[in-house]
């Protein structure tokens, strides 16, 4: 079932009509829309919920002929249903988001699979998204004030009455568990069976089985190229939090790994309109520099698992000469350099590591293309004809794939240090 909404632009006064795919979802948090004004460029952020199409100043009376858009909460968008010029009795005729998709697809059934993940988020996640938000500035602040973490964590929980926890590695604890299970919520069936999960699972068995002894001197040499406390507390931390809080935008992005389908690009023309790319940029710039600044420690485990020493690098199955010292000293672009040499490692992060796109944030040489939403990096500050293009869908893709990727590290990461605290 559709329902339409209408509402103009404040700024160039366009008609809009959009094509409300209905579920029980709109009950649960406030559906995000956003919208690039073709006609001038602004940018508008709306919600849908209980209440209707928010904020009602932009809403409006229906127009004989306005810019029509489909809108899911979860599913992408095919080019039918995306900015169509149309009068009210095309709009009448044109068919629901839910049965363009099923079309793009043909007999491959998508919408279920990915409906049932959305559920199960509805369910374990969506209602918790905010807790590690919240729970940050306390548990970061030092020394961590444990009965203040344990009033903020019960009222979360809406627990009327509670034990505080003992002390701080209690805390800790529990802030790890539920980075824990977020990840263990969005690692869906297929993700499970490829090879950068086995190769993440092969790492976190050396971190669970290895002498203390290892991972002390594991912990050791990754103390000596990396701050560990700045990495974790002011950068990987955070994102993740930001992601999660707002998780739900990226569900129609999410759904090529419902497929199976972990290329980037995904060679699908879909589009979403549950996000815009400003936050997607900075998402993917944030994730760009932790997974950065976060691959000594990696790089430090996968050679300690594989090679049996930290320092102990393996190119094309020939001892390399460097050290971590000399890894950490690199710049982004070498660094992810040195992973491309190593297969497990490059299938994980090169494909989110995008030094071109990295390169055209920083410098403000990202282009928006309104009607294809193809996003141009133009990288080059020296030559604007060179530009990497890639479809909005496809950046919320890679913002998920960092995500997943962060909270692999930080999992294996205090891993680590969860067995010297444990000593």
């Known amino acids: 079932m559709t329902v339409g909404e209408y509402f103009k632009c404040p700024l160039c006064g366009k008609d809009f009509t959009i094509k409300m795919q209905m579920d029980y979802t709109f009950k649960q948090y406030d559906w995000p829309i956003h919208v690039s004004c073709p006609g001038c460029g602004n940018e508008m952020d709306l919600f849908f919920n209980a209440n209707g199409l928010q904020p009602k100043e932009l809403k409006s009376e229906e127009a004989e002929r306005s810019i029509t858009f489909g809108y899911s909460a ?68 030092k020394p961590c004030n444990v009965k203040a973490y344990s009033n903020q964590l019960a009222s979360l929980c809406q627990a009327h009455s509670h034990d505080d926890l003992k002390d701080e590695n209690e805390c800790l604890d529990s802030f790890e568990e539920l980075h824990k299970v977020t990840y263990m919520n969005l690692a869906i069936a297929p993700y499970l069976a490829t ?50 809080n707002e998780i739900q935008v990226l569900f129609p992005s999410m759904s090529f790994a419902t497929q199976g389908n972990f290329n980037i690009p995904s060679g699908k023309e879909l589009y979403t309109m549950t996000v815009g790319y400003k936050k997607l940029n900075g998402w993917y710039a944030r994730c760009f520099e932790a997974l950065i600044h976060g691959l000594p420690f990696i790089v430090a485990l996968s050679n300690a698992a594989k090679n049996g020493n930290a320092d102990s690098f393996m190119i094309n199955d020939q001892k390399d000469s460097r050290n ?71 950046v919320g893709f890679m913002v998920f794939m960092q995500l997943m990727h962060l909270l692999e590290t930080i999992l294996l990461f205090t891993s680590c240090e969860k067995r010297l605290r444990t000593v």
Request: aromatic share 10%; proline share 4%; no cysteine.
């Open 195 to 244: 090879e950068m999960k086995k190769t993440i699972d092969l790492l976190q068995g050396f971190v669970e089985k290895a002498d203390v002894r290892q991972i002390e001197a594991l912990m050791g040499r990754v103390n000596t190229v990396m701050n560990k406390e700045s990495w974790l507390w002011k950068e990987a931390f955070p994102v993740v939090a930001d992601i999660i």
């Open 324 to 394: 971590l010292e000399d890894f950490a000293a690199l710049n982004s672009a070498s660094r992810i350099s040195v992973i491309r040499q190593d297969n497990a490692l490059n299938d994980i992060f090169v494909p989110v590591l995008n030094n071109h796109i990295r390169n055209a944030i920083q410098h403000q040489g990202d282009q928006y293309q309104t009607m294809t939403q193809l996003v141009e990096y133009h990288y080059d500050t020296t030559d604007n004809t060179k530009h990497d293009d890639f479809r909005l869908i496809d």
């Open 74 to 141: 979860v599913l992408p968008l095919t080019k039918q249903l995306y900015f169509q010029d149309l009068t009210r009795i095309e709009r009448m005729a044109a068919s629901t988001p839910f049965l363009n998709f099923s079309a793009f697809y043909g007999e491959l059934d998508v919408s279920g699979p990915l409906g049932y993940w959305v559920g199960m988020l509805m369910g374990n996640l969506i209602p918790y998204r905010h807790y590690l938000q919240q729970l940050l500035p306390i548990i970061s602040h």
